[in-house]
């Protein structure tokens, strides 16, 4: 009697442990969805940064008139920019296949794997994570940098173009930019990831 008594707890406990990762590989799957969706929206942004017509030179012109084209604070903005775009996309897309494929082979491990799969499954998920979460903020930040560059090259460096309303226009996004990444930054920090730490 105490035997079966202990066989019918250890597979109340073992199926309740299975219950508990279950739902953790389905959190983990919503995750790794939001994550995807956003990081294929932000591929698509940077890849719209690379077939934007140049419109900070002057009627698309390179030369400036004395057969010298563009000067060397242009060309570092540009080379700057279409390296930050080129980041970025490279890590949304890193992003992206890390969450399509745990999507697709996490779960896959856990139904159909063997024994001890599903806590397999769901230690592997919570490592793609990181590592996918880490690659959207570099992603994040590079793109931003990117956006802080174009307005350099669209309103601050190009003395030219007669569009142009001043380099007041281009600090200002730098600065109010600047202030979101530090403040999304702190604030990550001191009260989003505090919060999940403890848990």
């Keep these: 009697m105490i035997a079966a008594d202990r066989r019918h707890l250890e597979a109340t406990l073992r199926a309740d442990a299975l219950e508990i990762?279950?739902?953790?590989?389905?959190?983990?799957?919503?995750?790794?969805?939001?994550?995807?969706t956003l990081s294929s929206f932000f591929t698509a942004?940077?890849?719209?940064?690379f077939t934007m017509v140049p419109v900070w030179y002057e009627n698309g012109d390179k030369d400036d008139g004395d057969g010298y084209h563009a000067d060397s604070k242009m060309l570092t903005c540009e080379v700057m920019f279409y390296a930050l775009v080129s980041t970025s996309i490279g890590f949304n897309m890193l992003t992206l296949c890390i969450?399509?494929?745990?999507?697709?082979?996490g779960p896959g491990l856990a139904l159909r794997g063997p024994e001890g799969s599903m806590a397999r499954a769901v230690d592997g998920m919570y490592v793609e994570r990181k590592w996918a979460l880490r690659s959207y903020g570099f992603g994040l930040v590079s793109l931003m940098l990117a956006g802080v560059v174009l307005?350099?090259?669209?309103?601050?460096?190009n003395k030219h173009v007669n569009r142009n309303p001043s380099k007041s226009s281009s600090l200002a996004i730098s600065i109010v930019l600047g202030i979101f990444v530090v403040v999304t930054v702190i604030y990550m920090r001191f009260t989003t990831r505090c919060v999940s730490q403890t848990a």
Excluded: C, P, Q, Y
């Design 99 to 105: 969450s399509v494929w745990s999507m697709i082979f």
């Design 151 to 157: 307005a350099w090259l669209k309103f601050g460096i």
């Design 21 to 36: 990762r279950d739902k953790e590989l389905t959190v983990f799957s919503e995750n790794f969805s939001v994550l995807a």
């Design 45 to 49: 942004l940077g890849f719209s940064g």
